[in-house]
């Protein structure tokens, strides 16, 4: 049944990530599952177009932002890589008249741009209070030396967790950060950096991460030098590699955000503009903390968010 809004229309929103990743993949499935539900109520047509850029370069992005725009979409969501850098092709987009919401980051200030995300400063706030807590239940030491892998350094959630984990940090005499890396959320170039960083620092206590490739990539390097059980991490996500390490034992815990909830209602915020509703300046999908007892024996039956 729906809700008879008039004659059926089609509506077209564009997706861009900042890569290809599989935690933007769960983005999409929310949008799909949105667009699945609006249609069912309105009996419009709803067409996901999902565009992720090949590296997390602003410049592709930007390139891919522009040619989204060229097809007249009905509104085009995404998760910048850079907040001025990305600022000239967003302007250029709405002078079109075409709506943007942004997703898993900030807006660029002033442009009145509806944001889904979440409090990323909780959010690492937690996970490091949780990984020092461990560390300090583990063994009693002075000090406990810890390292950090940050992820896109001009991504606006990325640089804010990094840049709330090394204040957090600087606050307790009793943590010293020996190492930091990047990974550029990638998670091969996460499991290198932190490979490197084991492999220097032999009495390293725990890892933080600040994206969602980070915390496999560091649980995979934990397991691979046998440091299991001894360098503690808590990460951050709910990806399927992620979640097996976590029931294995790997990684201690993640706080998590909802990917396919932050889809969902990217989709559903255009689709209101559309309809000429204004919609807030922020929806605050939440985080979720994930422990290895919430995750079934057969991990494939793992839902996520």
């Known amino acids: 049944m729906s809700l008879g809004l008039a004659q059926a229309k089609e509506y077209k929103y564009v997706i861009v990530p900042k890569i290809v990743h599989p935690w933007f993949d769960k983005v999409n499935q929310g949008a799909q599952e949105m667009a699945q539900f609006l249609e069912k109520i309105t009996g419009d047509t709803f067409i996901i177009d999902y565009r992720a850029p090949a590296t997390a370069s602003v410049v592709e992005q930007n390139r891919i932002l522009e040619q989204a725009a060229a097809t007249e979409p009905s509104g085009i969501t995404l998760d910048l ?19 943007i919401v942004v997703f898993d980051s900030y807006a660029p200030e002033g442009m009145g741009l509806t944001t889904v ?3 990323f400063v909780a959010q690492q706030i937690g996970a490091c209070q949780r990984l020092v807590e461990l560390m300090k239940a583990k063994e009693k ?23 709330t984990s090394k204040e957090f940090f600087s606050k307790l005499p009793e943590i010293e950060i020996v190492a930091e890396g990047v990974d550029n959320d990638s998670i091969e170039q996460a499991q290198k950096q932190a490979a490197s960083i084991i492999a220097a620092h032999p009495d390293l206590d725990g890892m933080i991460a600040h994206n969602a490739a980070g915390p496999i990539g560091i649980g995979l390097a934990i397991k691979e030098a046998g440091k ?3 360098i503690i991490h808590v990460g951050l996500d709910d990806l399927d590699q992620l979640i ?11 706080y998590s955000t909802k990917p396919k909830m932050q889809g969902a209602y990217a989709v559903l915020c255009l689709w209101l503009q559309n309809q000429g509703i204004a919609t807030p ?3 605050d999908t939440g985080f979720v903390v994930i422990t290895k007892d919430m995750i079934p024996d057969d991990v494939k039956e793992y839902k996520g968010y």
């Open 244 to 254: 097996v390490l976590i029931k294995e034992g790997v990684v201690e815990s993640s």
């Open 228 to 230: 299991v059980g001894e």
């Open 117 to 119: 995300n979440n409090d």
């Open 281 to 283: 300046m922020l929806v």
């Open 81 to 99: 890589l850079d907040a001025e850098g990305n600022r000239p092709v967003l302007e250029a987009i709405l002078a079109r008249g075409i709506p």
């Open 141 to 163: 030491k002075d000090v406990y030396k810890v390292a950090l892998i940050e992820g896109v350094p001009t991504a606006p959630n990325h640089k804010k967790r990094f840049e």
